[in-house]
């Protein structure tokens, strides 16, 4: 940063302007001492040891520069003055600390509005930016900073002679500091009583961006912030001792979340004029706003870095989910345990009944509901205790200290003693009690606590150069109709149960397949490449519970005899539900008709790749 204070190499003879080749030191020097001599000329008052402006006309005219751009100003310390240091920010967190750091370090104040009169409250010093630039605030404060006295001051490159003279001559002063923050157009579109149209587009900053940017692109020599928690920072950076290199490499980081943060803001922005204007339809073009909550230790696999971040798109805002999650208790969330997670959250807050979903790999492999979840989770392990073992387990309904016990002490159906074991606990909320009975399980156990959120919003996935967009899969059972095809009828306990399979097979890896009776999953076929075995997988984790049970496929079944649909007649399947579609669903019917079992196409399917 250039610092602008008296200091070796100072020539107050010097008259003329200086030669192209003297550097840049000399000719700051020679700039200095043009600001003193116009100053003394035109009879600055000194008030203590600080130089005053003369009121100035509206008008801009060339001629000798604004006397308080001599920098020969004084802190609140008396150390010598450094520069102008430019505040404008809707959020006053820390501004007087802020403030009075760089006053005592020499720097002169300089700010908007509001800021401004925070800073004379708390008996600051400050310049007014309509002092500076000589123009008044304007169109209801639509103008205020975008103007050459503030722009020409910050954009000017100290190290370019002609940027010198030009706003010399142009009575402009260098600003090396600008500490700019938005106004909270987010905060104005996302409060619970919606913003009128007019109020929302109020809150666009067009000066606040403008300053920031301008800062951001003079790096070189200028400092930006826009974080209340970068301030301790840039005062320390600023007393410090850096090296001229080091204070670069801080003012290109500054730099860079300058620009990250602007371009966030205009991301809001454009999203919430979308929504405005087009509806549920897909944007033209698409930017999404996230932000780092942490690093991970790795990702899918130790050898790949990884993070995670929270998304601050306005769709995202209030939904919960597992990202807002508050971690109660355990190790950090890895990678994985993020997606496995959000698999068994986003399945379980799917069903309306108090439920328990464990997932594995993304794939619910136990799932039940009850109206006790202490009924719930034992039936939900009982699914494929191997497979819960290491897994997920998510709750739809707060977690009490009787739950908690069972959670802590239950064995495996497998053997009858191992005791089970899982990387992470979610639900919407825990008792007291509850919350300190499940932490004695293991000093490892993650213990989650999330708003529910179901399949809803939009849904993007990466590809090689590209994102598929879609909104989410939020149809559940009931908002279709499940209608009967065969001769035999399906009962209202099947029924249930085919709309219990139905949103549970929603949720697992296609090709899919699940066996239910009585709201508990009893085996799920996931991710093969062809239905057959997944139904297969699904039949041999059913085992002997098959008989009397009902079984989802997450589309058509292509075909029937000696395939899928005969395979689960033969074990002893009694209701089938299935998409519709295929040009054989009617060897499904004639197949299901032999072995009398009901069958219901949805019309509805539901891949998950």
Request: glycine share 8%; aromatic share 6%; hydrophobic share 35%.
């Amino acid at each position: 940063m250039t610092s602008c204070s008296i200091g070796a190499g100072f020539a107050p003879h010097i008259v003329g302007k200086p030669a192209k080749s003297q550097t840049p030191q000399t000719c700051a020097n020679w700039l200095l001492n043009y600001d003193l001599q116009r100053c003394t000329a035109r009879g600055s008052a000194h008030r203590g040891n600080v130089l005053r402006p003369h009121r100035t006309s509206h008008k801009i005219q060339r001629g000798p520069r604004n006397p308080s751009c001599a920098t020969m100003t004084m802190g609140a310390s008396g150390s010598a003055g450094k520069g102008k240091a430019l505040i404008s920010v809707s959020d006053k967190q820390g501004l007087e600390k802020l403030a009075k750091g760089l006053s005592d370090q020499g720097y002169e104040l300089v700010s908007t509005g509001g800021s401004a009169a925070a800073l004379e409250k708390a008996s600051l010093p400050v310049q007014r930016v309509e002092q500076l630039t000589g123009f008044p605030e304007m169109l209801d404060g639509r103008v205020k900073t975008l103007h050459p006295g503030v722009h020409g001051g910050i954009l000017a490159k100290r190290d370019e002679q002609k940027h010198m003279a030009a706003i010399s001559d142009h009575n402009i002063c260098p600003i090396d500091i600008v500490v700019v923050n938005l106004y909270p157009f987010r905060q104005t579109v996302t409060a619970d009583e919606a913003p009128s149209y007019e109020t929302a587009v109020e809150n666009i900053d067009i000066g606040g961006p403008a300053m920031i940017r301008a800062a951001a692109k003079n790096h070189k020599h200028v400092a930006v912030v826009v974080d209340p928690n970068d301030y301790d920072e840039l005062l320390q950076h600023l007393s410090g001792s850096s090296s001229a290199q080091e204070a670069l490499q801080y003012r290109k980081r500054l730099a860079w979340k300058a620009f990250q943060h602007c371009a966030t803001y205009d991301s809001t922005v454009a999203e919430w004029l979308w929504s405005q204007i087009g509806g549920s339809e897909a944007a033209p073009e698409l930017s999404r706003p996230m932000q780092q909550v942490s690093s991970l230790r790795y990702g899918e696999n130790p050898h790949q870095p990884a993070a995670f971040y929270s998304d601050l798109c306005l769709a995202e805002h209030g939904k919960g989910g597992i990202a807002t999650a508050l971690l109660h208790h355990g190790k950090e969330m890895s990678y994985n345990n993020y997606l496995d997670g959000d698999a068994a959250y986003t399945a379980v807050c799917d069903f309306p009944e108090p439920s328990c979903v464990i997932v594995k790999h993304t794939n619910p492999c136990g799932a039940a509901s009850r109206g006790d979840l202490k009924e719930a989770y034992p039936l939900a392990v009982r699914a494929d205790p191997t497979s819960a073992f290491g897994g997920i387990v998510a709750f739809n309904r707060p977690v009490d200290e009787e739950l908690a016990a069972l959670l802590r002490e239950f064995r495996s159906p497998a053997d009858g003693e191992t005791r089970m074991f899982y990387e992470v606990v979610i639900a919407p909320g825990y008792t007291p009690e509850g919350l300190q009975k499940l932490k004695g399980k293991s000093k490892t156990l993650r213990i989650l606590e999330a708003k529910p959120q179901a399949p809803q919003g939009q849904s993007l996935r990466q590809i090689a150069g590209g994102w598929l967009w879609q909104r989410a899969d939020n149809l559940g059972p009931d908002g279709i109709t499940f209608t009967p095809v065969s001769q035999t009828q399906p009962t209202e306990q099947q029924l249930a149960d085919l709309a219990f399979a139905w949103r549970c097979v929603k949720h697992v890896k296609s090709n899919a397949i699940t066996i239910a009776k009585e709201q508990r999953l009893l085996g799920m076929g996931s991710g093969q490449p062809n239905r057959v075995k997944s139904v297969q997988i699904a039949l041999e984790k059913a085992s002997q519970d098959v008989e009397g049970s009902v079984m989802a496929s997450d589309a058509f079944f292509p075909f029937a005899w000696n395939d899928s649909v005969e395979m689960a007649c033969k074990a002893g399947v009694k209701a089938i539900a299935h998409a519709g579609g295929s040009m054989r669903d009617q060897d499904a019917v004639d197949c299901c008709n032999k072995y009398g079992v009901a069958l219901v196409t949805t019309g509805v399917r539901h891949f998950r790749h």
